[in-house]
């Protein structure tokens, strides 16, 4: 995940700083409408604000906008403003929890929390915005943790693996149990792959793309925006929810198989889930529906 543009650095003061953002709201003019627009540009000309004044108050009143009306540009606008000084409180609790995430991984996990709560959010003051988020990315890293911890995924770094070369010679026995632990390996890897084919061809046409050229092609998230015609935000979510998506749907396969008194579900109704069913952004083809109305 990218997390660099013009407007993803620090707030900066004087005329530059205000004559670009002045050039984005320009651009979203038709989206916030006549008095939005107006008012964000008031916000932008008070020369009372600057940087991280003028950033919190500008960051709120999108933020009240995106609650209010939803709207795709107003939200693109506001990751842009903040994605630089959230990814830093991101990596310095993930530093002092000692976990080894990409801190980029969990700064999209928190504006998928902020697209998710708009209604949440309350802008009764200029700061409300960067307060609420502070909230978000702490409550956000917590619960990353213990999704670690459950999965017991510590990594180590290589330079610190033991360097030792194991001596002690294996017998006949340990190497037909490892031979025999091998092949059991390789067996339910291929399955857990075809398990992953099998869900990934139920992913919309879009969310199906977006995975072949970051996770296969190597692509950049630019690159893959700029293809598929999206915006750069947009496409980080679309990645996002298609492997969550994947990463539920194969989670509720498994607890199926240990449980063979339940009925066997069907393969798009494992993608979604009973829980998920009543999220819009859970089903591809309602958040194209969304994303078409915005």
């Known amino acids: 995940m990218q997390a660099t543009?013009?407007?993803h650095s620090q707030p900066s003061p004087g005329a530059a700083y205000r004559a670009r953002l002045v050039e984005r709201l320009g651009d979203l003019r038709e989206e916030l409408g006549t008095e939005s627009s107006a008012g964000l540009l008031r916000l932008v000309a008070d020369e009372a604000r600057d940087g991280e004044l003028l950033r919190d108050a500008l960051s709120t009143a999108l933020m009240e906008r995106f609650r209010l009306h939803g709207g795709r540009g107003a939200f693109g606008l506001l990751y842009e403003l903040n994605a630089q000084h959230l990814l830093v409180q991101v990596a310095a609790r993930l530093r002092r929890y000692g976990c080894k995430s990409d801190p980029l991984d969990v700064l999209q996990e928190v504006f998928f929390n902020v697209y998710r709560y708009p209604h949440r959010f309350d802008a009764s003051r200029d700061d409300a915005f960067r307060v609420w988020s502070a909230m978000i990315v702490r409550n956000t890293v917590l619960k990353h943790l213990r999704s670690v911890s459950r999965r017991h995924r510590g990594e180590v770094a290589i330079e610190d693996l033991a360097g030792?070369?194991?001596t002690q010679g294996a017998g006949p026995l340990a190497r037909a149990v490892e031979t025999e632990s091998n092949s059991e390996c390789a067996r339910v890897y291929l399955t857990y792959l075809q398990m992953y084919l099998a869900f990934y061809a139920l992913l919309s046409e879009r969310e199906r793309r977006a995975l072949q050229m970051v996770e296969v092609e190597d692509a950049s998230y630019r690159q893959a925006a700029e293809e598929l015609g999206i915006k750069l935000e947009n496409l980080k979510m679309v990645v996002f929810r298609a492997r969550r998506k994947i990463q539920?749907?194969?989670?509720?396969?498994?607890?199926?198989?240990?449980?063979p008194q339940r009925p066997a579900q069907a393969g798009r109704a494992l993608l979604l889930g009973a829980d998920d069913e009543a999220e819009l952004l859970e089903d591809p083809r309602a958040s194209d529906e969304q994303e078409g109305r915005d």
Request: zero cysteines; glycine letters at 0%; aromatic letters at 6%.
């Open 164 to 166: 030792e070369v194991e």
């Open 5 to 7: 543009s013009a407007m």
């Open 248 to 259: 539920r749907a194969m989670r509720r396969a498994f607890d199926a198989a240990l449980q």
